[in-house]
């Protein structure tokens, strides 16, 4: 080992050497370590921690649907990180005919994400958050929301009515579902 | 920013920080003596300290410390995580470099008598970070609730138990009397929060005790040559501090790659015989103990780490006795601790490691370890680690197995004994034991079978006929995991075809009815899964039948699986589920190798109840989603038949029967009826006897005793010495079928055939 005070060209650089030297390898501790636990930290962004109910639930039979518009629970399992829940509620949905077509609404205010009521002697839903009326037909009325009640993808098989659930962007105009 | 402006920023905040300044100080610390490698032992300890805690606080985003949790959220980190097992790794093998490096410091301070005064404080706050150190470990290792972990703290806690006081100390540390969320809670706590701030205050002592005297110079060194050589720390001391930490980081990478991580075992399982051993920093003291047994135990966990510790504590002082005297004391009592924890330690290892016994349990522990995180994926039932094994499908099956079957049949000592045991079911052993005693509780004795097969002991059934008979009936199983002495079973085959009376009242043949089952493929999957369906099948259990038709309670892959589950039981292979039970019309054929044998033997047979069931299940799958049962939970069969039932659906035995073509007065609980009439065949009005169907009855019935021509002379009818049957009236030959022959092995036929059958038989006998 060297000894005695730095002092002078050749050390100078030598101290200089040691310094660089010093920070390169502290950096390179460092990432050692920060490096995956950023990775780790990260790790939600890239791939998906929670999931369920992305396929066809049944709700009910066709015929306990009419004009009036009926809420219904979605139960499905649930993946939630390390944990799998069986069949627990996931969501629900506003379900009624139109004409001969059924149409599932989902319950999940498109302006904040709040609950929507269905105002039986209105005709009208409401999410009571921010004051947001919507016709029967899910169309906006008055309020913030930015666009129209989102409906559900709807089936009915055998006279056994089925909806896929899912979730969409809150806020903005365009109905994008949350992947 | 111009460069005045960023001046007086700094200014300013150095003036209200002093950060420039520390920093200052930090870096002009003295080295006395010039720049050493001895002297990067603070450094990797503080380096090994902040790595440890930024690494456990991202553990942390994902770690749940519960019961329930704890292991599920572990494999998710070590499985599931981008770069968690590294992560994890870095954290446990950090901890093993860590007292590795703890010890070899008070090594070096020994050595180099870096302990004299005035820097005890540093060998002092040493001595505890190796015990917080330890402890980390000890409070760590049982986190992710593994079987290591949870064995281990177990096994800690009852060595702690045997101090003065210990009971108490446990039941703080555990939480209450028993493992659960609070030990874990407990130890999570200590670990986290309280252990490394204790080991922040004593690295704190160490960095003041450095700031106020520096580096100390060598030993021996004179004071003046001392203060020639004396450097500052930055930057050469500094550079070789971080190139001990780089390779100090790189042996704590290798491990960590070498071992993917770290060890995850199968969930903590309280009723596992797991083999708890210490981590390899403690596995000295646990083979210490093994020189102590019994009450002189605690000598081993107490008394001697305690004098080491207090060996440790006052080695400062001791040095300093009598001239060299005291050094030497110091010096030989390091070099005793030292060999003895090193040499316990490899004693320990290698002692493992030569240990077969230990060697097989741990393999099987990281097979279920590997199935179990393999499970682990597709989420755990927050019912705490074990229910991972609820998406074992052979889990599954026993929970339909403990749901449907046990009631009546038996296993592992559990069970009812309605039917037949399915201990070993349908081996080599359980078939001799049901030939020579079928009325036995363990097979037919509390069903309608019971009396219908006369015993075969011994005297009527010899060594030399017995085997043959065996080895015949398990070819006749015809699955190829059975080995067959194939000469044995020709002769067995021969004996049951001409001398044995077993053929009067079963047949061989695929799908033919008799008395008794139909012995093809008997045993097998594919005529368990046919059982379970439906017993009184005609070439099955008949009219005797008392077991419940499942065809309608349970689906084609839950059937399958149960028979699966009962041929396992014996040891057998299992034909793959899908194989046999999606489509058990047209697959057979293509089923993978031989492990559908035991299905293709009788494809012909199986198609008939999976017709009768498709039937059945139609409008009971019609009618229950209208219920608003969601089938994706798993379309419980068993609700869904329930449901059906209970809507008043035609009764589901009813439709079975129908089109399995059975009496369709067969009751949902014929165990309650009296044994009814074989076969309840039309009958007409006045019988008149069929000579000529007596016949063949008589060939199926009674040809094997009475020999062709009624003379008796078959072997069986000559060592029983049977009578000719030439002679007698019609009405003593009836009288003989129907009653049977007191005192002879001529036994009722009253049961066993119809009125119809009895009179074609008598006339047949009649014209001998």
Not at chain 1, 96 to 121: K, M, N, R, W
Not at chain 2, 96 to 121: D, N
Request: proline share 6%; hydrophobic share 40%; net charge negative.
């Amino acid at each position: 080992m060297a000894q005695g005070e730095d002092n002078g060209g050749a050390a100078g650089s030598r101290r200089g050497f040691l310094t660089v030297g010093f920070g390169a390898v502290s950096v390179g501790l460092a990432g050692a370590a920060l490096g995956p636990a950023a990775a780790m930290i990260a790790h939600p962004l890239g791939t998906a921690t929670t999931s369920g109910a992305d396929t066809f639930v049944p709700v009910g039979g066709r015929t306990s649907f009419s004009e009036d518009p009926v809420k219904v629970d979605i139960f499905a399992d649930r993946v939630d990180a390390w944990n799998r829940v069986i069949q627990v509620k996931v969501g629900s949905a506003w379900v009624l005919a139109q004409g001969d077509e059924l149409v599932a609404f989902s319950t999940v205010c498109p302006h904040l994400g709040c609950g929507i009521d269905y105002v039986a002697d209105k005709k009208k839903f409401l999410c009571a958050c921010h004051n947001s009326w919507f016709s029967i037909e899910g169309g906006v009325e008055t309020g913030p929301s930015p666009r129209a009640m989102d409906t559900l993808e709807t089936k009915v098989e055998e006279n056994l009515v089925q909806i896929r659930y899912q979730k969409f962007k809150q806020g903005i105009e365009g109905k994008e579902p949350i992947a | 920013m111009s460069g005045g402006k960023l001046d007086a920023l700094v200014d300013a905040v150095e003036d209200r920080l002093g950060l420039i300044s520390s920093w200052e100080g930090f870096r002009d610390r003295l080295v006395h003596g010039g720049v050493r490698l001895r002297h990067v032992f603070p450094a990797l300890i503080t380096y090994l300290f902040v790595q440890q805690a930024v690494l456990g606080v991202v553990l942390a985003t994902y770690y749940s410390p519960s019961a329930t949790d704890a292991w599920a959220s572990t494999a998710y980190i070590q499985d599931q995580v981008s770069m968690g097992w590294f992560v994890r790794g870095l954290h446990y093998h950090g901890t093993s470099v860590f007292i590795i490096v703890l010890g070899l410091w008070l090594g070096q301070m020994v050595l180099h008598r870096a302990y004299k005064a005035p820097r005890e404080v540093t060998w002092w706050a040493a001595i505890g970070m190796l015990g917080i150190g330890l402890a980390l470990g000890l409070t760590g290792n049982p986190l992710p609730w593994d079987q290591a972990g949870y064995w281990g703290i177990l096994v800690e806690l009852s060595i702690t138990e045997q101090a003065p006081g210990g009971g108490m100390i446990r039941t703080l540390i555990q939480g209450g009397s028993d493992a659960g969320n609070l030990s874990i809670l407990r130890l999570y706590a200590l670990h986290v929060f309280v252990l490394p701030a204790v080991f922040g205050l004593l690295l704190w002592l160490v960095s003041r005790q450095r700031a106020q005297h520096g580096l100390p110079a060598p030993d021996g060194m004179s004071d003046a040559e001392a203060h020639k050589t004396t450097q500052r720390y930055f930057p050469a001391q500094a550079f070789l501090d971080v190139l001990a930490m780089a390779a100090v980081a790189g042996i704590i990478v290798a491990l960590t790659m070498h071992d993917h991580g770290a060890e995850l075992l199968g969930p903590a399982d309280p009723t596992e015989n797991f083999q708890a051993r210490p981590e390899w920093y403690f596995l000295f003291l646990y083979k210490l103990r093994m020189f102590f047994e019994g009450p002189l135990e605690p000598v081993a966990t107490m008394v001697i780490p305690g004098a080491a510790v207090t060996f440790l504590v006052v080695a400062p002082f001791v040095d300093k006795i009598g001239g060299k005297f005291g050094r030497a004391l110091v010096l030989g009592g390091m070099a005793v601790l030292m060999t003895g924890t090193v040499g316990l330690t490899i004693y320990g290892v290698q002692s493992d490691a030569a240990d077969e016994e230990f060697q097989k349990s741990l393999a099987a522990t990281e097979k279920s370890a590997t199935e179990a995180r393999a499970y682990a994926k597709a989420g755990v039932v927050p019912l705490g680690g074990p229910a991972v094994f609820f998406n074992d499908p052979e889990y599954q099956t026993k929970m339909l197995y403990k749901e449907h079957c046990q009631g009546c049949h038996s296993l592992d000592g559990q069970g009812g004994d309605e039917g037949p045991s399915l201990e070993d079911y349908s081996s080599r052993a359980w078939v001799s034991d049901l030939v020579r005693n079928a009325n036995d509780d363990r097979f037919f004795g509390h069903t309608k079978m019971k009396d219908e097969m006369d015993p075969y002991p011994e005297e009527d059934l010899p060594a030399e006929q017995f085997e043959p008979l065996i080895e015949y009936l398990m070819q006749l199983q015809g699955d190829p995991g059975v080995v067959i002495d194939e000469a044995l079973a020709k002769k067995g085959a021969e004996l049951w075809e001409d001398e044995l009376e077993c053929n009067s009242c079963h047949e061989v043949e695929a799908g033919e009815e008799a008395d008794g089952p139909n012995l093809h493929g008997h045993g097998s999957q594919a005529w368990v899964a046919r059982v379970i369906r439906d017993s009184s099948a005609g070439d099955l259990f008949g009219d005797y039948a008392a077991m419940p038709k499942f065809a309608d309670k349970l689906s084609d892959e839950e059937i399958h699986a149960l028979a699966a589950f009962v041929v396992k039981q014996r040891g057998l292979e299992p034909a793959e589920l899908t194989d046999a039970a999606a489509a058990p019309e047209a697959e057979g054929d293509d089923a993978a190798g031989d492990d559908a044998a035991a299905d293709d033997e009788t494809p012909e047979a199986e198609a008939a109840p999976a017709e009768a069931e498709g039937e059945a299940a139609v409008p009971a799958d019609g009618e229950a989603p209208a219920e608003g049962e969601p089938p994706v939970e798993g379309a419980d069969a068993v609700a869904e038949g329930e449901a059906a039932a209970a809507e008043g659906e035609p009764a589901p035995e009813a439709a079975d029967a129908d089109a399995a073509g059975e009496p369709a007065d067969a009751a949902p609980e014929p165990a309650a009826k009296p044994k009814p009439k074989r076969k309840p065949k039309p009958k007409p009005a006045k019988p008149k006897a069929d000579r000529q169907n007596g016949r063949v009855v008589y060939g199926k019935k009674c040809k094997s005793c009475h020999g062709g021509t009624g003379k008796g002379d078959t072997k069986f009818g000559k060592k029983n010495n049977i009578s000719p049957l030439s002679g007698g009236s019609r009405a003593s030959i009836k009288k003989a079928i129907v009653n049977g022959v007191p005192g002879t092995k001529m036994k009722s036929y009253a049961k066993k055939l119809t009125a119809q059958e009895i009179d074609d038989v008598t006339a047949f006998v009649k014209s001998l």
